[in-house]
């Protein structure tokens, strides 16, 4: 909710689309901007569409294998098919693709609904013996912290995708912090009833067994009705998927157009009018981290490189207050809450290094390749002719 509320003063205030990099771009300069969206590219949009798209893969697959264990194979195969489909809808038509979002949220909500009713009909029976001592036995170690807090902020990280898109928002001061705000209460309500509604039926130790908590949630209490379960949650992760690659190709566009990407993942396609260079180029990707990961080495992976730069993107909030006192701030925040925010953030960031060194390492050292790539491509002017063409320059 910090963050969110950091994040609606900073789209008030920048009415610039591109998110994330627009923001270090004003308040730090190009350099970090420029490694911000060449770590986006490399690193945290494959990897964050390859864990939302396994999570479609075992989905799709449970109503089919209820009796067994789901083949790896077959569910990095499955989710290799999603991804596709969702970068072959984002190449052939906006318009489709934003139907088919709407769609998916309506399917999203649907799939909450579906199992808090029954929960809460199990509450008012009184099972709440899974309440009692729920967090007993449990390691809490500094250790734990990082994958704990990336895992969490994980579920919530829609709330800065509205940024991305800020140019196409209709009276951005007042809708950006109202759809913020709104759709912030909105999931925390459905994931916190979600859960309790879990505990009514499932033990914690249960519950970190299942591979599908969900359809382990239906079979209890639903009966036969419980296939309907995994094929609503599998369309919930196929629109976060969907929604994921919607938003990131305006942050390639804006880099684009500032010259920090080459200048054809700013084109549009001249009849469908969709992003498809911003699009193709996140396919190949995306299967390397698909292929090549497990969802939880995965989440370490993206979420270090993601959570520097938001905590850095939240620390230009409080340097541009001083910097740019007179910038007209429609919605503005007590400064305590960006400082708060940040200062978790990069301690996380900085524990996340000691506690899972190899996947975060690899994370910190692509995101310095980011420093040498900008002085090749960006601050280098005696490029060879040949490279300038390659860039599109």
């Known amino acids: 909710l910090t963050g969110a509320l950091c994040y609606a003063e900073l789209g ?9 990099y627009t923001y270090i771009l004003e308040a730090f300069g190009p350099l970090p901007a420029f490694v911000r969206v060449w770590v986006e590219l490399l690193i ?7 864990v939302i798209s396994l999570a479609f893969g075992r989905y799709i697959l449970e109503p089919f294998f209820m009796q067994c264990e789901i083949p790896e194979l077959a569910i990095k195969l499955i989710t290799a ?3 596709t489909l969702v970068m072959v809808l984002n190449s052939t038509s906006v318009s489709w693709s934003a139907r088919i979002q709407m769609f998916l949220t309506f399917c999203k909500l649907v799939a909450i609904l579906i199992i808090i009713v029954p929960g809460v009909i199990q509450l008012i029976k009184g099972e709440t013996q899974h309440f009692k001592n729920a967090f007993a036995g449990n390691d809490a170690s500094i250790m734990g912290l990082p994958l704990a807090f990336y895992s969490g902020m994980y579920a919530y990280s829609g709330w800065f995708y509205l940024n991305f898109v800020t140019e196409e928002v209709e009276n951005p001061e007042k809708n950006i912090p109202l759809a913020i705000c709104i759709s912030m209460i909105i999931v925390t309500v459905g ?18 067994l299942s591979k599908a908590v969900a359809v382990t949630f239906a079979e209890r ?32 566009f804006v880099a684009s157009r500032e010259g920090h990407l080459p200048e054809i993942l700013s084109m549009i396609h001249v009849r469908k ?3 498809l260079p911003a699009v193709i180029v996140l396919h190949p990707l995306t299967m390397i981290m698909l292929f090549n990961g497990d969802l939880y080495s995965l989440l370490n992976f993206l979420s270090f490189a993601r959570w520097l730069f938001i905590g850095l993107v939240v620390a230009g909030l409080i340097y541009l207050r001083y910097k740019r006192p007179d910038m007209p701030r429609p919605f503005k925040v007590p400064l305590f809450i960006p400082a708060l925010f940040s200062f978790t953030c990069l ?11 190899v996947n975060t390492g690899i994370g910190f050292a692509i995101t310095l390749t980011g420093i040498p790539a900008y002085y090749l491509f960006i ?13 599109g320059k």
Request: net charge positive.
């Open 12 to 20: 008030t205030c920048i009415k610039k689309s591109g998110g994330h």
């Open 221 to 252: 209490l639903m009966g036969d009705f419980s296939l309907a379960v995994p094929v609503f949650v599998a369309l919930s992760c196929f629109g976060s998927m969907n929604g994921g690659v919607f938003a990131v190709s305006r942050m390639f």
């Open 44 to 50: 945290i949009r494959p990897a964050a569409t390859a």
């Open 81 to 83: 098919v999603g991804i």
């Open 273 to 275: 009018h969709t992003p």
């Open 191 to 208: 994931y916190v009833l979600t859960n309790v509604a879990y505990f009514t039926t499932i033990s914690a130790g249960e519950l970190l």
């Open 347 to 357: 301690f996380m960031v900085a524990l996340s290094l000691y506690s899972d060194p």
């Open 379 to 391: 601050v280098w002017d005696n490029k060879p002719k040949w490279f300038r063409k390659l860039l």
